[in-house]
């Protein structure tokens, strides 16, 4: 299957620190790129769906000021946790897809806000 | 909003037993996915089905969408500890919608 590199794969920052998580398709072209929470041992929830250069589609209830998705190419986008706190701890995954295809997903970041 | 309700959330049995895994929806879907996961890892492509009816099979894993693309089963034959894991459903409109996952853990 298609590779998707996701780094880093854990973080811990401060409260009220920004982090930024990177989400690259390695080996093809992603028009599509989702971002999911996963709070332990749950599914995956999905925050947002960004097509490349436009702006990401947020679910609702996920506040799009707190976590701004970028997806300025289409091997690239990327996640910031802004002003973050400790609830905002979770798993986060990316996806990738190409147009009409399977996702195929990063190994996950596992952010921990102290 | 989950949209995919996985059945059952837990499962435990012992190595050689048979199981199978619904997931069912009140949408249609244009393809679903079946994917697993391992603890502190991303989820693993195991299946894609996209015809209504389809049955695909990958070594001792059946998998089948119903005919309205609404729903997708997974069986698995004489399962072994490896197949231990979170398997979870995907279906596809515009975007992804997983399924509420299952847990299974196979017992030596």
């Known amino acids: 299957g298609a590779v998707v590199s996701q780094h880093p794969s854990w973080v811990i920052c401060k409260s009220g620190t920004s982090v930024k998580i990177e989400c690259r398709s390695l080996?093809?072209?992603?028009?599509?790129m989702f971002w999911y929470r996963q709070f332990p041992k749950q599914s995956l929830m999905l925050m947002a769906t960004s097509n490349e250069g436009s702006k990401a589609t947020y679910e609702q209830g996920v506040e799009k000021d707190k976590f701004l998705i970028n997806h300025a190419s289409l091997t690239l986008s990327t996640l910031t946790v802004t002003s973050a706190h400790p609830e905002d701890s979770s798993f986060y995954i990316c996806?990738?897809?190409?147009?009409?295809?399977?996702?195929?997903f990063g190994q996950g970041t596992r952010l921990t806000v102290v | 909003t989950q949209l995919l309700e996985q059945s059952p959330q837990f499962l435990s049995i012992q190595e050689g037993e048979n199981l199978t895994v619904y997931c069912n929806s009140s949408s249609v879907f244009s393809s679903l996915q079946w994917y697993r996961q391992e603890p502190g890892e991303g989820p693993v492509l195991l299946v894609t089905v996209v015809t209504g009816g389809e049955v695909k099979k990958l070594k001792r894993l059946t998998f089948q969408f119903g005919d309205a693309r609404k729903d997708s089963s997974l069986h698995i034959t004489a399962a072994q500890p490896g197949d231990t894991g979170l398997y979870l459903c995907a279906g596809r409109t515009y975007k992804y919608i997983f399924g509420t996952g299952t847990r299974l853990k196979v017992l030596a």
């Open positions: 080996d093809f072209q992603a028009t599509t």
């Open positions: 996806s990738a897809s190409a147009s009409g295809t399977e996702a195929f």
